[in-house]
C-alpha cells in the first residue's frame, strides 16, 4: 500500500498563494498517477487536479485552471499543488491520491492521503 501526507496548508487571504506538497512512501512512486481533491464542509469531494506517472498530461477542474498548477518530483516522491490567486471558496481541505497507470480527472484513486486544511480569508 501506498501511503501519502499532505502538507503545506494554512490560512492565507484573498489573493495570496499557497503550495501543498504530498509526499509518498512508495519509493515506486514514478508508476502511480497522482491527484489532488478539496472538500468542504458540508459538501461534496470535487477533483481538483490531477498528474501522471511522467509528469504529463495533467488536468484541472474549471475552478481552478489558470490559477493551480500540480507538479511532481520522482527523484523525491513528492507531488505539489501551487495554489495561487486564492479565493474563499477555494477553502476546504485538500487531499491528494494515487492511482495505478494513467490519470485521471475523477475520484476513482486508490491511496489516500488524510488531508490539510486550506482557508482562505476574505
Known amino acids: 500500500q501506498v501511503q501519502l501526507v499532505e502538507s503545506g496548508g494554512g490560512l492565507v487571504q484573498t489573493g495570496g498563494s499557497l503550495r501543498l506538497s504530498c509526499a509518498a512512501s512508495?519509493?515506486?512512486?514514478?508508476?502511480?498517477?497522482v491527484g489532488w481533491f478539496r472538500q468542504a464542509p458540508g459538501q461534496e469531494r470535487d477533483f481538483v487536479a490531477a498528474?501522471?506517472?511522467?509528469?504529463?498530461?495533467?488536468y484541472y477542474a474549471d475552478s481552478v485552471k489558470g490559477r493551480f498548477t500540480i507538479s511532481r518530483d520522482n527523484t523525491k516522491n513528492t507531488a505539489d499543488l501551487q495554489m495561487n490567486s486564492l479565493k474563499p471558496e477555494d477553502t476546504a481541505v485538500y487531499y491528494c491520491?494515487?492511482?495505478?497507470?494513467?490519470?485521471?480527472?475523477?475520484?476513482?484513486?486508490?491511496?489516500w492521503g488524510p488531508g490539510t486544511q486550506v482557508t482562505v480569508s476574505s
Open positions: 512508495e519509493r515506486t512512486f514514478s508508476n502511480y498517477a
Open positions: 491520491a494515487a492511482r495505478w497507470s494513467y490519470a485521471v480527472p475523477s475520484l476513482d484513486y486508490t491511496y
Open positions: 498528474i501522471s506517472r511522467r509528469g504529463g498530461p495533467t
